[in-house]
């Protein structure tokens, strides 16, 4: 055990799990809109809006978050029209590339965690919202999206975590997040087990961090 | 579509290949995970506070802990630790582990600690009139296990690792870090000397979602056989 190898990396593992943290919240804000978007298109009646967002949802949980990346960081720019756009400023980034998988991936995901959570609202909240006089558009805003939120904390604190996880491959596009750094130290010193207990540290005491605010949320807004 | 010819003109018969490398490197995972599972999920339900804390930091630990991080510790640590374990029975020369045991073993350990947690849900959520009928009938331990509480674990456990199944496919992906031909390896290789990522990438997803599809189906029958009788 190389005790000093591991005192000399922990800052150096800290200050990357910041920019673990800053792709995890980016992604995240930007994925829960894009769930609530897709969660609204499922409970369309129209069959294509339907099935659009069913399949959007299908393939982002289908296949591999590495996939994703790869696609839009190398695939992407080889379309010839892209790099004359504006689009190609945020594309040829690896750091936007990495949030816009990260941010499609997490919607999906979370498209069907607020689709689950729709579909459960007893219709007599519903019918009690109508039979007050409320409009549609209120009873949604101010009835069912509070109500989908709260139904929701428990698997949406776990999609967190997994997109915690999943923000390691961002390592794959060069980004030197808390994975990045810890394979770059493993790969110059030969010393894997010191660096992944402190880099696997770090990362289970975030998940430590994430586990109870959920926890203190779901017991904010719990119904009793 | 030239591009996926078979032969040397094109990638079709290697990107085959490599979907077989990939199924072949999920079943084994999934199999090493079981093994895990078997060994870590009494450990859970024990009534002994240190194995109950041994068989906690396991699930908790790779649960919270990023796939990439662990297959880096096998991909630079496994190497060693062989070596290590060798020199003790006195064999000092060099071992290479190749890259399909540390990649299946990797996944296998991550996949193992999800299919733990299944288990020990579907086995707290036997009624404890089984356990106790079981008893009552005389069955001796062995028969009590395999006879009445397995078939029932497994029909509630199958829809769960069915999920466990799909991350554990999906994770595959990440073993193309320590330069195993599956999918991923493949596709990066083709991308590479021909220069068309966009393409081989989605042909990549497309076999991914192709493997999630099918395997669910089979999943699917599997769900409908465990539960005759409900």
Redesign the interface.
């Known amino acids: 055990m190389d005790l000093e190898l591991m005192i000399n990396s922990f800052p150096k593992l800290l200050s990357a799990a910041v920019i673990t943290l800053k792709l995890l919240s980016v992604s995240l804000l930007i994925g829960l809109f894009i769930g609530l978007f897709f969660a609204i298109l499922r409970l369309n009646k129209n069959i294509f809006i339907n099935r659009f967002a069913y399949g959007y949802s299908y393939i982002f949980r289908g296949t591999p978050l590495l996939v994703q990346i790869f696609i839009i960081y190398f695939g992407l720019g080889q379309i010839e029209y892209l790099r004359s756009t504006v689009l190609w400023v945020i594309l040829k980034e690896p750091y936007w590339c990495a949030i816009i998988a990260f941010a499609l991936n997490t919607g999906a995901y979370t498209s069907e965690i607020l689709r689950s959570a729709f579909q459960t609202i007893k219709p007599g909240i519903i019918e009690a919202g109508k039979s007050l006089g409320i409009s549609n558009k209120v009873i949604f805003y101010k009835i069912q999206i509070p109500i989908a939120i709260r139904q929701s904390l428990p698997a949406y604190g776990n999609e967190i975590i997994l997109m915690m996880k999943g923000t390691s491959l961002a390592s794959t596009v060069t980004i030197m997040d808390l994975t990045g750094v810890a394979k770059y130290i493993i790969s110059t010193t030969f010393k894997p087990i010191e660096v992944f207990i402190v880099a696997g540290g770090i990362y289970l005491f975030m998940t430590f961090i994430i586990h109870n605010i959920i926890k203190f949320l779901e017991k904010k807004y719990s119904f009793n | 579509m030239e591009l996926l010819a078979f032969g040397d003109t094109g990638w079709g018969d290697e990107l085959f290949y490599a979907t077989l490398m990939t199924i072949a490197v999920s079943i084994t995972a999934m199999i090493i995970g079981f093994l895990f599972a078997l060994v870590f999920t009494p450990l859970k339900l024990s009534k002994n506070k240190f194995l109950n804390f041994i068989a906690n930091s396991y699930t908790?630990?790779i649960?919270?802990?990023?796939?990439?991080?662990v297959i880096?510790?096998f991909f630079?640590?496994g190497t060693?630790a062989v070596i290590f374990v060798a020199s003790i029975f006195g064999y000092n020369e060099y071992i290479e582990i190749n890259a399909f045991i540390t990649g299946a073993f990797a996944i296998g350990i991550i996949s193992g600690a999800y299919s733990t947690e299944v288990f020990r849900g579907a086995i707290q959520s036997i009624d404890k009139g089984q356990f106790e009928a079981a008893n009552v009938l005389g069955l001796n331990k062995f028969g009590k296990f395999f006879k009445i509480i397995l078939p029932q674990t497994l029909r509630l456990a199958i829809p769960n690792l069915s999920n466990v199944w799909?991350i554990t496919l999906?994770?595959t992906?990440?073993i193309?870090?320590t330069g195993l031909v599956e999918i991923?390896r493949q596709?990066?290789i083709a991308?590479g000397s021909t220069?068309?990522?966009?393409f081989f990438?989605?042909f990549?997803?497309v076999l991914?979602?192709l493997l999630?599809?099918v395997s669910m189906k089979l999943i699917n029958r599997l769900e409908v056989k465990y539960s005759r009788g409900y």
Do not use: H, N
């Open positions: 908790t630990i649960r919270g802990v990023p796939e990439l991080l880096y510790l630079f640590g060693g799909q999906k994770d992906s990440l193309s870090v991923m596709s990066y991308a220069r068309d990522p966009l990438y989605s990549a997803a991914y979602l999630t599809f």
